[in-house]
C-alpha cells in the first residue's frame, strides 16, 4: 500500500467559491452555482464499499449542515452517476465568487515554488505553510485575527480541501486502484500502481509517496 501526501492542501482549497455579503436565508430548496453559505440537507444513501462516502461514517442519520463546497462535490456526486442528489431544505447563503482569494493563493503558491526550487524549506515551512494555515485556522472566531471574522469561510475552505481530496481519491478508483483509506485533508492511501493517475512531485498538482506498507502489517 502507498500513502500519498497532496501538496499544500489549504492552499489549493483557496480556490473556492466564498460568500461575499452577509448570509441571508434562503429556502427554494435550490443550490445556486454562483451563491455560496452553508445548507441544511439530507444526503443520499451511499452503496458504494469500495468507494469512502464523501459525508464520512455518519453516527446519527438525517439532516445536517455542510458548507457549499462539500455541496457541489455531492451533486457531481449525483451527476456520475454515485448516489442521488442532496434534499436541500434551507439554506444561509449569499452571492459567492472564486477568486476571492485568488491573488492570495497565487502569490504564496509563486512564493512556495521559488523556496523549493533554491531549497530554502524555511521559507517553504515556517513561512509560506504557516501563513495559508493560520489565515485558515483564525478566520472564524480567534482573537489572532481581530480582522476577519468569517467561520463560513473557515468551513467551506476546510471542505475544499477535503473534497480536493476526495476527488482525488474517486480518480484512483475510476483507474481500478483499490482505495485503502482517506485520512484528513493531505493524505490519500492505495493499493496498486498510482504513478500514471498522478504526476509525482512537489508542485500544487503533484502528489508525493508519503511511505509503503504492508495492509494488515507494521505502518
Known amino acids: ?18 460568500p461575499v455579503g452577509k448570509l441571508v436565508e434562503d429556502t427554494t430548496g435550490v443550490h445556486e452555482p454562483r451563491k455560496s453559505g452553508v445548507y441544511q440537507i439530507t444526503p443520499a444513501a451511499w452503496g458504494h464499499a469500495n468507494l469512502p462516502n464523501p459525508l464520512g461514517n455518519r453516527q446519527e442519520p438525517g439532516p445536517l449542515w455542510g ?45 512556495r515554488k521559488t523556496a523549493i526550487a533554491e531549497g530554502d524549506e524555511v521559507a517553504v515551512e515556517l513561512y509560506v505553510k504557516s501563513m495559508y494555515s493560520k489565515f485558515v485556522s483564525t478566520i472564524g472566531e480567534s482573537s489572532a485575527n481581530t480582522d476577519i471574522r468569517r467561520p463560513d469561510w473557515m468551513h467551506i475552505i476546510r471542505a475544499k480541501a477535503f ?13 481500478g486502484l483499490t482505495v485503502v483509506e482517506i485520512s484528513g485533508t493531505d493524505e490519500l492511501h492505495v493499493a496498486g500502481d498510482w504513478r500514471p493517475v498522478f504526476p509525482q512531485g512537489r508542485d500544487l498538482n503533484q502528489v508525493k509517496e508519503k511511505k509503503l506498507y504492508t495492509l494488515e502489517g507494521k505502518r
Open 67 to 111: 458548507p457549499d463546497s462539500l455541496v457541489r462535490l455531492l451533486l457531481d456526486c449525483a451527476q456520475w452517476g454515485l448516489c442521488e442528489a442532496p434534499v436541500i431544505h434551507r439554506a444561509l447563503l449569499s452571492g459567492g465568487t472564486e477568486s476571492l482569494l485568488e491573488k492570495l493563493r497565487r502569490a504564496l503558491a509563486e512564493s
Open 163 to 175: 473534497t480536493n481530496l476526495w476527488r482525488k481519491a474517486y480518480k484512483v478508483h475510476a483507474a
Open 1 to 18: 500500500m502507498t500513502a500519498l501526501d497532496m501538496n499544500a492542501a489549504y492552499l489549493s482549497a483557496f480556490k473556492c467559491w466564498l
